[in-house]
T-cell receptor
Framework: ETGVTQTPRHLVMGMTNKKSLKCEQH?????MYWYKQSAKKPLELMFV???????ENNSVPSRFSPECPNSSHLFLHLHTLQPEDSALYLC????????????????FGPGTRLTVL | GEDVEQSLFLSVREGDSSVINCTYT??????LYWYKQEPGAGLQLLTY?????DMKQDQRLTVLLNKKDKHLSLRIADTQTGDSAIYFC????????????FGQGTELSVKP
């Protein structure tokens, strides 16, 4: 496997279910990100991890719970979601969080299409 | 504040040039990026420009940056049906750890 992979690619869940999204990067990067992509809206940054430490939580509801056990893996645990949480969830990675004015290319996975019924 | 805006749709004929526009509000942007998202896929970096440059050319792609007007554009020459995708503009800000602020994306439709 190369690049950034995400599983599952599609997920349908009820509002009372608990599920997890998984992201794995094979690029040797140290920063990982979760984004939410809804139609016709800007990508919303949800969480950022740098060297396994969470550095940003962008006012995300507690029904979304991230976990980063090591620099290669990132999870998003979901519970008691709402229909408005239906979206494409994208994972990305980069070399590290860049300080100052450094260039920061992020590499994206294909996303998990989540539908909440 | 941080805001990046793009028009939502653009339709062109195969062989024509496409110009996708983006405006941003934060004048301290250091790098500006163009990402491409094909159906069913994640975002892929197409090109980027450093804020002290006015123009960057890479094969069929030309990026123009007007810092005074906070306007960024991506020109695709000789547009092909394979260029049909959603194009995202993004900016990175200094001292924010590489955080990217994305626009809504412009859906480019190329008709034969």
């Amino acid at each position: 496997e190369t690049g950034v992979t995400q599983t599952p690619r599609h997920l349908v869940m009820g509002m009372t279910n608990k599920k997890s999204l998984k992201c794995e990067q094979h690029l040797g990067h140290n920063a990982m990100y979760w984004y939410k992509q809804s139609a016709k809206k800007p990508l919303e940054l949800m969480f950022v991890y740098n060297f396994k430490e969470q550095t940003e939580n962008n006012s995300v509801p507690s029904r979304f719970s991230p976990e980063c056990p090591n620099s290669s893996h990132l999870f998003l645990h979901l519970h008691t979601l709402q229909p408005e949480d239906s979206a494409l969830y994208l994972c990305a990675s980069s070399q590290r969080l860049a300080g100052g004015s450094s260039y920061n290319e992020q590499f994206f996975g294909p996303g998990t299409r989540l539908t909440v019924l | 504040g941080e805001d990046v805006e793009q028009s939502l749709f653009l339709s062109v004929r195969e062989g024509d040039s496409s110009v996708i526009n983006c405006t941003y509000t934060d004048s301290s942007s250091t790098y500006l990026y163009w990402y491409k998202q094909e159906p069913g896929a994640g975002l892929q970096l197409l090109t980027y420009i450093f804020s002290n440059m006015d123009m960057k050319q890479d094969q069929r792609l030309t990026v123009l940056l007007n810092k005074k007007d906070k306007h960024l554009s991506l020109r695709i020459a000789d547009t092909q049906t394979g260029d049909s995708a959603i194009y995202f503009c993004a900016e990175s800000l200094p001292n924010q750890g590489g955080k990217l602020i994305f626009g809504q994306g412009t859906e480019l439709s190329v008709k034969p």
